[in-house]
């Protein structure tokens, strides 16, 4: 009796562990905002958004926004802090599937060089936004992390020069930009502190089913059926696949990304386009 009480509490300890390890980080969610001209410029720091995988280290690990250990080169996560970062593994713009490729496949730990790990958050650091980036700036000073970079923050008083910023990301074929309320503590989960603007607007969905198309794709699939993650709203996708991907589409359960360009006034989202399988949730 007392050896099953052992090996249940043994059992019970493990589950506890593996649960702990693949729970979801409480991370800090951006808001997608619409208009520009709804904001005070003055009250927020502009930074690029990059599109890579989000990523976060709790001061001995990297993981995904999922909760699944990222399995980084031991070369790359070198004099990496002992507290916690949240950021983008990222290389080059509208190179997001080589990004992905490189974090899982395990047998390419060589490419990792092409990677850094793109800092805009200090998580459970005191102060302002600038005063917690300040901290791993301070570490950085002292430290050598050539696979750490902080992203830019700016600093802008007019409308018109965050307009400006935002064409330059763009015609760079950039995704969009991130606005973050200077003056707010450390905030997790979806707050209107951290703020989203891009080229398109984009979010995630499950698939639900499948309809067959027509003419040349009517042995194929033609549009996928999704739930979008965030609305629970049934969106409609019929555009942006290959005709690899409608002979063989994904499964049902999948997340995928689609993009959109505005939404119809039953708020729902108008033109939707297939961009990619996230494979990193």
Not at 260 to 273: C, D, R, S
Request: glycine share 6%; net charge positive.
């Amino acid at each position: 009796m007392l050896k099953q009480t052992k090996l249940l509490s043994l059992i019970l300890l493990i589950y506890l562990g593996l649960s702990q390890a693949l729970s979801s980080p409480k991370l800090i969610l951006p808001v997608v905002l619409e208009n520009l001209q709804n904001i005070d410029p003055s009250q927020y720091l502009i930074s690029e958004k990059l599109d890579g995988m989000r990523a976060y280290w709790d001061g001995k690990q990297l993981f995904a926004k999922s909760g699944k250990p990222i399995h980084a080169p031991k070369w790359f996560l070198e004099n990496f802090p002992p507290f916690e970062l949240d950021g983008e593994l990222w290389s080059n713009r509208n190179e997001f599937e080589k990004i992905i490729s490189i974090i899982k496949n395990h047998n390419r730990q060589e490419a990792w060089k092409d990677l850094k790990f793109n800092i805009f958050e200090v998580p459970n650091q005191k102060g302002n936004l600038s005063a917690r980036l300040q901290v791993i700036k301070d570490y950085l000073s002292i430290h050598h992390a050539p696979y750490i970079r902080i992203i830019p923050q700016y600093q802008f008083t007019k409308l018109e020069e965050i307009t400006h910023f935002f064409h330059q990301i763009k015609h760079n074929g950039g995704e969009g930009i991130i606005l973050r309320k200077n003056d707010t503590p450390y905030l997790t989960g979806r707050d209107r502190s951290a703020l989203k603007f891009k080229v398109f607007f984009d979010s995630e969905c499950m698939i639900k089913g499948y309809e067959k198309g027509a003419g040349k794709y009517a042995k194929v699939m033609g549009s996928i059926i999704c739930e979008d993650i965030i609305s629970k709203q049934i969106v409609k996708i019929g555009s942006g696949f290959s005709d690899l991907m409608r002979a063989n589409p994904p499964k049902v359960g999948t997340i995928i990304t689609y993009k959109y360009y505005q939404k119809t006034k039953n708020n729902h989202p108008k033109h939707p386009v297939f961009l990619r399988i996230r494979d990193d949730f």
